[in-house]
């Protein structure tokens, strides 16, 4: 599908334009990576289970097998995959504006995997696991030397070892979120590429820089919650639409 080109060309000049800009990511940016997202009714994440029993902590305490398990399967996809021309096209972004944090739901790590400099991420990290009772990030784990009784242990204190990931429920890296609302309330333009919007306390974070005066734009194959925040909707694949809008962009910085 064709980038609407006159859409690309307003979003282009607000960005050379902004001093200050948020990438603010979901699942849709890495889903061209290979990563299914949560909520695609045929392929997501969730299809087959209730959420509520695998990413809770509930959940977990109740079978801790089988949510390890499915962490320990999406470890192994993730760690097969290659950041998208939408994840190089952020990086790129990166040095063509003046300051840029990407701001990302994603647990996979394929923004830093493109070069992006400046990441925060809100939801964890699924190649960290951590302590069930210390909350501290264990470095020294082996999901295959403990055949017939997972999840690992922790070492120091025998109890279960769990993906270092933000669960519903659960708070969010208190500094990481600050900072992210800081971010949002003090961008001249936030771009908003690949998420429902669903989850909260995140999807509060474009109507807040809209707010405070920021432009909003989304990067999105169809709308949806976020869409009322943005000023305009750039539909499309974000593998497709962003390389055409930095490149709308570099050439603006040319002329
Ligand atoms: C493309 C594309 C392509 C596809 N190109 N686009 C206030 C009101 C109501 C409820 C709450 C509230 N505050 C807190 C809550 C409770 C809860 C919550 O929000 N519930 C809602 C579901 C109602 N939030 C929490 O519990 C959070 N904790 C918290 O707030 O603590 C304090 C508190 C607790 C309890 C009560 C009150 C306060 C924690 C949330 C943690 C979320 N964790 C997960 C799992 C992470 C670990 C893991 O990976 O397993 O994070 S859930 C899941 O959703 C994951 C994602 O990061 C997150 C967001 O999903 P995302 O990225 O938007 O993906 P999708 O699949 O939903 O959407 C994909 C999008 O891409 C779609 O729009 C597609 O169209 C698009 N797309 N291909 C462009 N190629």
């Not at 403990?146 to 933000?166: E, I, N, Q, S």
Request: aromatic fraction near 8%.
């Amino acid at each position: 599908m064709e980038v609407d080109p006159e859409m690309i060309e307003r979003s282009a000049g607000w960005l050379a334009e902004a001093r200050k800009v948020v990438v603010f990511t979901g699942a849709g940016v890495s889903a061209e990576s290979g990563i299914p997202t949560f909520r695609d009714a045929l392929t997501g994440l969730w299809e087959n289970y209730d959420p509520q029993q695998l990413a809770t902590p509930e959940g977990f305490l109740a079978d801790p097998k089988l949510v390890w398990e499915w962490y320990a399967y999406r470890r192994k996809l993730i760690a097969e995959t290659q950041p998208n021309p939408g994840h190089f096209a952020l990086a790129e972004l990166g040095k063509l504006v003046w300051e840029l944090t990407v701001v990302t739901q994603n647990v996979d790590g394929l923004h830093r995997k493109a070069g992006s400099r400046k990441v925060i991420e809100l939801h964890g990290n699924i190649t960290r696991v951590k302590c069930w009772r210390g909350d501290t990030v264990v470095e020294d784990w082996d999901d295959r030397s403990w055949a017939g009784d997972l999840p690992p242990r922790c070492k120091l204190c025998g109890d279960m070892l769990r993906p270092d990931v933000v669960w519903f429920g659960e708070s969010l890296p208190e500094q990481e979120l600050a900072e992210a609302f800081r971010l949002a309330q003090e961008c001249d333009l936030m771009l908003v590429v690949g998420t429902s919007g669903l989850v909260q306390p995140s999807a509060s974070l474009p109507a807040a820089a809209r707010q405070a005066g920021a432009r909003v734009v989304e990067v999105n194959r169809e709308p949806g919650e976020i869409t009322p925040s943005a000023h305009l909707l750039l539909k499309g694949k974000s593998g497709e639409v962003l390389p055409v809008l930095v490149n709308r962009l570099k050439r603006l910085l040319e002329e």
